[in-house]
């Protein structure tokens, strides 16, 4: 299994700041993925991020906006830029350290006022 | 685009009674699974099907792969009010997972 956690666990922010969400895993894997989770909604894959390269967007999330970092094999953040309250959202980190399980962190919940 | 509907979207039930989830598509996935979600955490994977018509018991969970790979249920049997949160499915894409539009379930006591 793999062990996630997020820092911070919930923020409020202001309309126009920016927030940086950490994700740490427990052991080393290539694939992480941020999803975000609107207010009594599923997931939304946001992006793919491999270390050593540029993080893939899905369509619809540009790195503009959401800017990710994956400096080594446990650790990844994700940026929330210039935010408006329709960023409002749980943002997950997740991995998949073995074919087919995919494991979550808890989430960061953020509300933007 | 590979979509996942479920239904029904929210369901609320007392203690004791049996409740099926549908997971439906028109594209079909090479595995399925189910999540489920409770409050203030991330989603923790239940179960994945990979075979056409398969079924899979999980304590008083069953879960059944469609024939054609392109539907799932889950039914739940003799609910508690430990079974409440959402329930996702999950289907595997070329490279990526493909979440459902979920199921809220509320047990009451």
């Known amino acids: 299994s793999a062990v996630i956690s997020q820092k911070p666990s919930r923020d409020i922010c202001q309309r126009g700041t920016s927030l940086t969400i950490q994700c740490q895993v427990d052991s080393q894997v290539t694939m992480m993925f941020w999803y975000r989770q609107q207010p009594g909604q599923s997931l939304t894959l946001i992006a793919t991020?491999?270390?050593?390269?540029?993080?893939?967007?899905e369509s619809g999330f540009v790195i503009d906006k959401f800017p990710i970092s994956r400096p080594n094999l446990t650790f990844s953040t994700l940026t929330v830029s210039n935010m408006s309250p329709e960023d409002s959202s749980i943002y997950l980190c997740?991995?998949?350290?073995?074919?087919?399980?995919?494991?979550f962190g808890p989430g960061t919940r953020l509300t933007v006022l | 685009t590979q979509l996942l509907e479920q239904s029904p979207q929210f369901l609320s039930i007392q203690e004791g009674e049996n409740l099926t989830v549908y997971c439906n598509s028109s594209?079909?996935?090479?595995?399925l699974q189910w999540y489920r979600q409770e409050p203030g955490e991330g989603p923790v994977l239940l179960v994945t099907?990979?075979?056409?018509?398969e079924v899979k018991k999980l304590k008083r969970l069953t879960f059944q792969f469609g024939d054609a790979r392109k539907d799932s249920s889950l039914h739940i049997t003799a609910a508690q009010p430990g079974d409440t949160g959402l329930y996702l499915c999950?289907?595997?894409?070329?490279?990526?997972?493909?979440f459902g539009t979920g199921t809220r379930l509320q047990v009451f006591p």
């Open positions: 099907v990979v075979t056409g018509g």
């Open positions: 999950a289907g595997r894409g070329a490279d990526k997972l493909i």
């Open positions: 594209s079909v996935f090479s595995s």
């Open positions: 997740s991995v998949t350290p073995y074919t087919d399980t995919q494991y």
């Open positions: 991020a491999n270390q050593g390269s540029e993080a893939t967007y």
